[in-house]
């Protein structure tokens, strides 16, 4: 079968069909027997639909305790960031340099890397990205140190 045999049988579909039987007839008879019974008492609400309004307000409940947990964790971290980003620049030593020319070039740039972020983080204090960052290197420089005392 190809494309033109597709198509002609697509063009052939697009025919109106007849319904096999008369739906508004029974839909009318429907509507007659609904309007014939006597008026309803109000009934109390059934068990599902009960059901289906405590589920939604413990859903409400649910989304509210998320939203609190989260500002309250966010605001956790910020009144710590500051704490941890001075304790970072302020123990380190800012003009270390290793005797061994090949640490002294990374020595160099995680310095140059540490005062970049120290600048980032005038401007915006509280990014934890920023302060992971810093402690990354403040890690990094620990780290050369170590490298150097081991060389000797």
Same mark, same amino acid.
């Given at each position: 079968?190809?494309?033109?045999?597709?198509?002609?049988?697509?063009?052939?579909?697009?025919?109106?069909?007849?319904?096999?039987?008369?739906?508004?007839?029974?839909?009318?008879?429907?509507?007659?027997?609904?309007?014939?019974?006597?008026?309803?008492?109000?009934?109390?609400?059934?068990? !599902? @639909?009960?059901?289906?309004?405590? &589920? +939604?307000?413990?859903?409400?409940?649910?989304? %509210? $305790?998320?939203?609190?947990?989260?500002?309250?964790?966010?605001?956790?971290?910020?009144?710590?960031?500051?704490?941890?980003?001075?304790?970072?620049?302020?123990?380190?030593?800012?003009?270390?340099?290793?005797?061994?020319?090949?640490?002294?070039?990374?020595?160099?740039?995680?310095?140059? !890397? @540490?005062?970049?972020?120290?600048? &980032? +983080?005038?401007?915006?204090?509280?990014?934890? %990205? $920023?302060?992971?960052?810093?402690?990354?290197?403040?890690?990094?420089?620990?780290?050369?140190?170590?490298?150097?005392?081991?060389?000797?």
């Amino acid at each position: 079968m190809n494309e033109f045999e597709w198509l002609r049988q697509m063009r052939e579909l697009n025919q109106p069909v007849a319904p096999l039987s008369d739906l508004w007839s029974r839909i009318d008879a429907a509507l007659d027997d609904t309007a014939s019974l006597p008026a309803a008492t109000p009934a109390t609400p059934s068990r !599902a @639909r009960r059901v289906r309004v405590w &589920a +939604m307000a413990a859903s409400f409940a649910a989304v %509210a $305790l998320l939203a609190c947990g989260v500002i309250w964790r966010m605001h956790a971290i910020s009144q710590n960031a500051p704490q941890i980003a001075d304790t970072a620049t302020h123990t380190e030593d800012s003009h270390w340099k290793p005797s061994d020319p090949r640490l002294a070039g990374a020595a160099l740039e995680l310095d140059a !890397a @540490r005062m970049e972020l120290q600048q &980032a +983080m005038q401007q915006a204090p509280d990014s934890p %990205a $920023l302060q992971r960052l810093l402690q990354q290197t403040h890690a990094q420089q620990n780290y050369l140190r170590e490298l150097e005392k081991q060389a000797g």
